[in-house]
């Protein structure tokens, strides 16, 4: 179970990272910016978030939580000084199974992850996408045919948001914050479009102009 723990605080950083080493089987990250924990994301999937609503950048924590949920589908666990009518109604825009205020005590946040840990085990891994295709949910595997499909990373990412948002638009925006991290060029994003829907000629893309992709299954 990975963990990635997004706090810009360094010494509240390192209490989390201590509370959470008694655990078991479970692997933690750390980064304090959407950027950072961006460029974690790219590299392994994160199960459980651990962020501050208030961290240092132009995006906050709700936002670079969002962005984690679209590329894993990961839980979130929020933790802030602030439990005002407006920050709770811009943390609802994220799926969040935890808001804990701080000072963080162990024990919540321990009994939090303990249950987000039984919850993932729980979900079904196997998940249908048509007769041929289906999605092992717990380790990231598209399958073929009872076959691994073979990505590159970074179709890989784009798989994943555009699955993980099926029969929604992902603009161009997004794709290109969480693959890229930065600015790229339109044939860039495009090429990697046209290599996905290549491999996986059954299912339906849809390319949005100016605005994005679409996984309709």
Not at 146 to 166: D, G, I, M, R
Not at 190 to 206: C, G, S, V, Y
Request: proline content about 2%; overall charge negative; hydrophobic content about 40%.
């Amino acid at each position: 179970m990975n963990i990635l723990i997004l706090e810009d605080d360094a010494i509240i950083a390192m209490d989390i990272e201590t509370s959470l080493e008694s655990l078991d089987s479970h692997s933690l990250y750390k980064a304090n910016s959407m950027k950072e924990a961006i460029l974690v994301a790219q590299k392994t999937k994160i199960d459980i978030v651990i962020s501050d609503i208030k961290i240092k950048g132009e995006a906050n924590g709700i936002e670079a939580s969002s962005y984690l949920q679209r590329l894993h589908k990961s839980q979130v666990i929020f933790l802030t000084s602030y439990s005002d009518e407006k920050t709770l109604l811009d943390a609802s825009s994220v799926d969040y199974s935890g808001y804990i205020i701080k000072p963080v005590k162990e024990e919540e946040l321990l009994a939090n992850i303990k249950l987000l840990t039984h919850k993932i085990k729980n979900i079904n891994s196997k998940e249908i996408i048509t007769d041929d295709y289906y999605f092992d949910r717990r380790h990231a595997v598209l399958y073929h045919k009872n076959e691994a499909v073979t990505f590159s990373p970074k179709e890989q990412q784009l798989f994943l948001l555009l699955y993980n948002s099926k029969n929604l638009l992902v603009p161009h925006s997004i794709i290109d914050e969480i693959i890229w991290s930065n600015d790229v060029s339109d044939t860039t994003r495009r090429q990697l479009f046209f290599r996905l829907k290549a491999k996986l000629p059954d299912l339906k893309f849809e390319a949005i102009k100016y605005g994005g992709y679409i996984l309709h299954c």
